[in-house]
C-alpha cells in the first residue's frame, strides 16, 4: 500500500485532482466528508458536539447548524480547540478504518485540506501539493465561487502560506494553468506512483527525486 497526504490551498484545485486520482483507481478518503459524516444526526460526535456546545447548534430538523457552529468556532480559538478535539480523533479513527479496508496493492489518497496546518505529512509515504499562486487562488473562488475578494483574503490568510505547504511536498502539480494543462500532470504522477508500486517501494521513503512541477 502507499499513502499519499493530498492538500492545497483554497482554490488551488485539489479537488479536481483528488477526482482524477480516484478516477484512476486510487482510493480516495476524504476528510472533509468524514467529518461531516461524524457529526450527522444519531451519531456520538454529534452528541458530544451538542454536549460541549448546547443544543442552540442544532438546526429544527436535528442537524448541526453549521453556519451557527462556524460563527462560535471561528471567533474564539479556544472554542475551535473544543470542536477540534471532538472531530478530529473520529476523522482518524475513520480514516484508519476506511485505509485497513483498501487491498494491499491499493494506491490510497487522504484528501486533507489542513495536513501542513496540523503537522500531518509525517503520517503519509509522499505529500503531493496542488500549487497555485495567491493571485490565481483570488482570481477563481471570487470569479467561480462569487466569494467576495474579501472574504477570499480572509479565508487564504487563515490557511498555511504557500511556501510552508510546498516545503512538506514530495511532489508538486502546478495548477496555474488551465483545467486543460491540469490532467496530464496528474496523470503523470498516477504512472511514477503506480511504478513505486509495481517496483514494491509504495511504502518506502519518499525520494526527494519525485519531486515534480
Known amino acids: 500500500m502507499l499513502r499519499l497526504g493530498l492538500t492545497g490551498g483554497i482554490g488551488a484545485g485539489k479537488s479536481e485532482v483528488s477526482r482524477l486520482l480516484s478516477s484512476y483507481g486510487a482510493v480516495l478518503i476524504d476528510s472533509d466528508r468524514i467529518a461531516r459524516e461524524v457529526v450527522e444526526p444519531g451519531t456520538p460526535g454529534l452528541a458530544a458536539v451538542v454536549a460541549e456546545f448546547g443544543p442552540g447548534v442544532l438546526a429544527p430538523d436535528g442537524a448541526l447548524d453549521r453556519p451557527k457552529l462556524g460563527g462560535i468556532v471561528f471567533a474564539d480559538p479556544e ?55 495567491p493571485e490565481t487562488q483570488l482570481d477563481r473562488l471570487v470569479r467561480l465561487r462569487g466569494m467576495t475578494e474579501d472574504e477570499t483574503r480572509a479565508r487564504m490568510a ?56
Open 79 to 133: 472554542r475551535l480547540r473544543a470542536l477540534n478535539a471532538i472531530v478530529h480523533p473520529l476523522v482518524r479513527a475513520r480514516s484508519a478504518e476506511l485505509e485497513a479496508a483498501a487491498g494491499p496493492d491499493s494506491i490510497v489518497v487522504h484528501d486533507v485540506p489542513l495536513l501542513t496546518e496540523n503537522g500531518l505529512a509525517p503520517l503519509y509515504d509522499l505529500v503531493l501539493v496542488v500549487d497555485a499562486a
Open 158 to 213: 487563515a490557511q498555511a502560506t504557500r511556501e510552508q505547504r510546498l516545503a512538506v511536498a514530495d511532489v508538486v502539480i502546478d495548477n496555474n494553468g488551465p483545467l486543460e494543462e491540469l490532467e496530464p500532470q496528474v496523470r503523470k504522477v498516477w504512472a511514477e506512483l503506480s511504478e513505486r508500486m509495481a517496483d514494491g517501494t509504495g511504502s518506502a521513503a519518499a525520494d526527494p527525486g519525485t519531486r515534480d512541477g
